[in-house]
């Protein structure tokens, strides 16, 4: 995401700027893997129950809900999972790594992303996977 030409506030330039390290798993749904897709949601939806994960909230970015979890306290968080489901293309989850990350700043960060601040074409190509 280039972030640099955005009109961020000052919460959301040091949330941007605590993120280090983006990680990504897709799983694209067809028709032939209905089953599979079934299950291994399922797995990841298990894996998130864990007591570590904190609930941060649910999300419509995109047009899809998006849940938000992370490992950390109140004030600092290690890391955020982004879970985002649909039955009509697959599931994804993106796991986001950084130093002194505020939770309440990338909630902030986020809404200016849903609210069209800054440029997401790049994410464009992410969504083209799921097609």
Known sequence: MDFENADLSEDEKDAYN???????????LDSTNQETYTIEKAKVASILKDERYIELGDFNMFGSKLSVKYIGDNDLADEFIVFGSSKEYGFGVLRVLGNKMSPAKLVRLAESMNKGKVDDTQLKGLMEFFK
Not at 18 to 28: E, Y
Request: hydrophobic share 45%; aromatic share 18%.
């Open 18 to 28: 605590s993120i280090n390290k983006l990680n990504f798993l897709g799983f694209k």
